[in-house]
């Protein structure tokens, strides 16, 4: 069965030092991979999304993610951040019907 | 091009009650998903659904439950007799295609409360 961690429900940086957000998968497969961003009490938005094409994906607002099968992980990172990227971040896989697996999610923090 | 539409955004109901929560697609899909997501945890898969046709409902409950995508008009989520632990919020989103690879498109979501 298809699986997603996410290792730490809740990350706290300063404003302009580096983001890092982890994510673990497991699947008998090389499943896509996705990082969606929820704001406070809104939906859901796509962040970047990995389908073997490449294993560095570039996304939406100056984030990254990097796939890496030996570890079967799908870190998140952004160089720099900004109080603007406040928010909860899903690390979610497409699973082999079309549904999507969430991870249980990364609440982000940015401190001025 | 509107994205997802999702009313109402919040709903309150009673015990006993019964809860629809309706869902447009974006304009040329036809592949809509439910997901529920309780306090404080990520997103879980309820229901997949395309025109007229439930694909894929493992995830939703076996009962007071249902949904439906009819060949007009919105998907709905029906919710009978609610209780307390159907209060959530209940997200839809839809794709124009069924692979493993395609992108879902999430509507701003319905938030259930049941007093």
């Known amino acids: 069965a298809q699986s997603v961690t996410q290792l730490d429900s809740h990350v706290s940086v300063s404003e302009g030092t580096p983001v890092l957000l982890r994510c673990n998968y497991s699947?008998?497969?090389?499943?896509?991979l996705f990082w969606y961003v929820q704001h406070p009490n809104k939906g859901l938005q796509l962040l970047l999304k990995?389908?073997?094409?490449?294993?560095l994906v570039k996304g939406i607002n100056g984030f990254e993610a990097e796939f890496k099968k030996s570890e079967t992980s799908f870190h998140l990172t952004k160089p720099s951040a900004h109080m603007s990227d406040a928010a909860e971040y899903f690390c979610?896989?497409?699973?082999?019907?079309?549904?999507?697996?969430f991870g249980k999610g990364t609440k982000l923090s940015v401190k001025p | 091009n509107a994205g997802v539409m999702q009313n109402p955004r919040h709903l309150v109901r009673r015990r006993g009650q019964e809860a629809r929560l309706r869902c447009s697609p974006m304009k040329g899909h036809s592949h809509v998903y439910w997901y529920r997501q309780l306090p404080e945890e990520g997103l879980k898969f309820m229901v997949y659904l395309q025109k007229e046709n439930i694909i894929d409902e493992s995830g939703m409950p076996k009962e007071r439950f249902s949904a439906e995508f009819p060949k007009e008009g919105p998907s709905i989520l029906r919710i009978q007799q609610v209780v307390r632990g159907d209060s959530a919020a209940y997200f839809c989103?839809?794709?124009?295609?069924?692979?493993?690879?395609?992108?879902?498109?999430f509507g701003p979501g319905t938030r259930l409360l049941v007093l």
């Open positions: 990995y389908t073997s094409a490449a294993t």
């Open positions: 989103a839809s794709s124009p295609r069924q692979t493993g690879t395609e992108t879902q498109y």
């Open positions: 979610v896989a497409g699973g082999s019907q079309g549904n999507l697996i």
């Open positions: 699947s008998s497969y090389s499943p896509s």
